[in-house]
């Protein structure tokens, strides 16, 4: 009996100490980079989740953390057999910065969700698409809507001429990299891919 209360006690102690039972508190980040709500997800969603939370803190907090029933549905592609994944098109931290103080302000402004959660929409395809998929394409299909896709060039004058690089842009932006996370793909972009027209509909609903 002795030695049965060790084993416990000796196991015990062991899972005290391991990862599974240490909680690491949040710390709050500068301008942007704030704590947002949270959603409960599974799987390779929650993998995702983290990443953009790591590695595009601005573009999160501001934009896809806003957009629950959108994660949802991406989590839901992700379990689906018939599906099995779902992309996300990611600005980087200088690209959300080069949006300017005022639409940032505008994103961060609850008042502004609704747009700000249409805004996200485009940004998730509820299935994966690689990058090679992509240049092949001519467009995509969003969550939010249908968005160009093109492929990337190099010299020119306002847009004309130029040669292409090999790169691929969607809706303009053009992607930087693209980051795999089990059958998930998060490219990371050097703009939002948004509809621009969609910013008209920003603080429609201030009371000045």
Same mark, same amino acid.
């Given at each position: 009996?002795?030695?049965?209360?060790?084993?416990? $006690?000796?196991?015990?102690?062991?899972?005290?100490?391991?990862?599974?039972?240490? #909680?690491?508190?949040?710390?709050? $980040?500068l301008?942007?980079?704030?704590? %947002? +709500? =949270?959603?409960?997800?599974?799987?390779? %969603?929650?993998?995702?989740?983290?990443?953009?939370?790591?590695?595009?803190?601005?573009?999160?907090?501001?934009?896809?953390?806003?957009?629950?029933?959108?994660?949802?549905?991406?989590?839901?592609?992700?379990?689906?057999?018939?599906?099995?994944?779902?992309?996300?098109?990611?600005?980087?931290?200088? $690209?959300?910065?080069k949006?300017?103080?005022?639409?940032?302000?505008?994103?961060?402004?609850?008042?502004?969700?609704? +747009?700000?959660?249409?805004?996200?929409?485009? /940004?998730?395809? $509820?299935?994966?698409? *690689?990058?090679?998929?992509?240049? %092949?394409? *001519?467009?995509?299909?969003? #969550?939010g809507?249908? #968005?160009?896709?093109?492929?990337?060039?190099?010299?020119?004058?306002?847009?004309f001429?130029?040669?292409?690089?090999?790169?691929?842009?969607? =809706?303009?932006?053009?992607?930087?990299?693209?980051?795999?996370?089990?059958?998930?793909?998060? /490219?990371?972009?050097?703009n939002?891919i948004?509809?621009n027209?969609?910013?008209?509909?920003?603080?429609?609903?201030?009371?000045?």
């Amino acid at each position: 009996m002795n030695a049965l209360v060790s084993a416990i $006690a000796s196991v015990l102690l062991f899972l005290s100490g391991s990862n599974a039972f240490q #909680v690491s508190l949040p710390t709050s $980040a500068l301008n942007y980079r704030s704590q %947002t +709500t =949270s959603t409960i997800l599974f799987d390779t %969603t929650s993998e995702v989740d983290d990443l953009l939370k790591n590695d595009y803190p601005v573009f999160y907090n501001l934009v896809m953390s806003k957009n629950t029933d959108l994660w949802k549905d991406l989590s839901n592609a992700s379990t689906n057999p018939d599906v099995g994944g779902f992309t996300i098109f990611a600005p980087n931290d200088e $690209a959300m910065e080069k949006l300017g103080k005022k639409k940032l302000d505008q994103l961060l402004d609850d008042r502004n969700r609704e +747009t700000a959660e249409k805004i996200a929409s485009f /940004h998730a395809v $509820a299935e994966p698409v *690689g990058a090679w998929d992509l240049i %092949t394409s *001519g467009g995509i299909v969003t #969550v939010g809507g249908v #968005v160009d896709v093109g492929k990337s060039k190099v010299g020119g004058f306002f847009g004309f001429g130029g040669e292409e690089d090999g790169g691929v842009t969607v =809706s303009g932006a053009k992607i930087l990299q693209t980051k795999q996370v089990g059958t998930c793909q998060v /490219h990371e972009m050097d703009n939002l891919i948004s509809p621009n027209i969609l910013w008209r509909y920003m603080d429609q609903l201030r009371i000045l």
